[in-house]
């Protein structure tokens, strides 16, 4: 088995972070957020944890393989535009105040977890391709 470190310490970091502001959410927000911020931010927490755990994964797999170093960054840059995104603007509508431009940033965000998953598709393909010759 392929373990490389700074992938498999970013999918714990972002693990253990997506525990942690779970449970912020169940017990700090719960009581000063409404029923859709709170909606809202525990899936931020979700889509993080899916992500931390998706590198985990990654990081067993051959990291020589560019499409795995690329989908490393976009993971990790998905999950920080979407999730802190949402996590940004859960907390600006908890205080009461606007910061619009941060709901840009969930797509993209998004869209770079899109492209992540696209990139791990790549190379478990051309892994299958490399080991049938």
């Known amino acids: 088995m392929i373990l490389h470190k700074k992938i498999a310490l970013a999918g714990v970091v972002l693990a253990f972070l997506s525990v942690l502001l779970g449970a912020f959410a ?11 911020t709170l909606q809202s931010f525990t899936t ?19 990291n020589s393989n560019k499409a795995i ?3 490393y960054y976009f993971f990790l840059i998905g ?11 859960t907390v600006a509508s908890v ?7 941060f709901a840009l940033l969930t797509p993209l965000g998004g869209l770079c977890l899109l492209i992540g998953w696209g990139l ?14």
Not at 26 to 36: D, Q, R, T
């Open 26 to 36: 169940a017990h700090g927000l719960k009581e000063i957020a409404s029923a859709e």
């Open 44 to 62: 931020g927490v979700r889509y993080q944890m899916y992500h931390a755990l998706a590198l985990l994964f990654v990081s067993t797999m051959n």
């Open 69 to 71: 170093k690329r989908a």
């Open 79 to 89: 999950v920080i535009l979407f999730s802190g995104s949402i996590y940004a603007l």
């Open 95 to 101: 205080m009461d105040t606007s910061i619009g431009p």
């Open 120 to 133: 791990l598709l790549i190379a478990l393909l051309k892994m299958s391709q490399s080991k049938s010759k």
